[in-house]
Antibody, heavy 122, light 109 residues
């Protein structure tokens, strides 16, 4: 079955960097677009970024553009989120998720990984 | 940017009752709307996409309807495991962007 395991979260000071990883298994990773979605503690869901199945097309929400970079290594079945210049309001659980239809991008996504908590605090 | 407004914020019902959750878009989104369920301490899961298509493995008591700006998620007869937070979501394809509603907390009465 599809499994997505996110890792790399932790406590970091404002202005510092962190890289999240999402290890995928149970499906042909290189065939599906992938997403990052976050959820601040006690708050709702916020889409962060997507990358196409080949890794060539990327989209971001405005508040993370120029600070975050989504990427993937299809040889390692792994999705990444490089987060630079972190701010206190980036504090959240970060989920990775797989699109339900392969071969493109910007589709619905499911399932989601279990999430990894990023806390930005001085 | 499209804004999704869910109502009510909290819905208190008993097992076996029918639940009706609403999602209104600030402008027409066609059929580009999905519903997610999030149980406490768990990741969200997709229930409905394209307004009315059930995702894989979702029981038939869950149904979605609507188009344009007004959408409804109906749970025909609540099971204990259905008490959770429900989010609607819109996706736009150009540019690619995803927006969530603020959620409806379905709680046991």
């Amino acid at each position: 079955q599809v499994q997505l395991v996110a890792s790399g979260g932790g406590v970091v000071q404002p202005g510092r960097s962190l890289r999240l990883s999402c290890a995928a298994s149970g499906f042909t990773f290189r065939s599906f677009g992938m997403h990052w979605v976050r959820q601040a503690p006690g708050k709702g869901l916020e889409w962060v970024a997507l990358v196409s199945h080949e890794g060539t097309i990327k989209y971001y929400r405005d508040s993370v553009k120029a600070r975050f970079t989504i990427s993937r290594d299809n040889s390692k079945n792994t999705l990444y989120l490089q987060m630079n210049s972190l701010r206190v309001d980036d504090t959240a659980v970060y989920y990775c998720a797989k699109e339900i239809v392969g071969g493109g991008w910007s589709n619905w996504f499911d399932p989601w990984g279990q999430g990894t908590l990023v806390t930005v605090s001085s | 940017e499209i804004v999704l407004t869910q109502s009510p914020a909290t819905l208190s019902l008993s097992p076996g009752e029918r639940a009706t959750l609403s999602c209104r878009a600030s402008q027409s989104v066609g059929y580009y709307l999905a519903w997610f369920q999030q149980r406490p301490g768990q990741a969200p899961r997709l229930l409905i996409y394209d307004a009315s298509s059930r995702a894989t493995g979702i029981p038939p008591r869950f149904s979605g309807s609507g188009s344009g700006t007004d959408f409804t998620l109906t749970i025909s007869s609540l099971e204990p495991e259905d008490f959770a937070i429900y989010y609607c979501q819109h996706r736009s394809t150009w540019p690619a962007m995803y927006t969530f509603g603020q959620g409806t907390n379905l709680e046991i009465k």
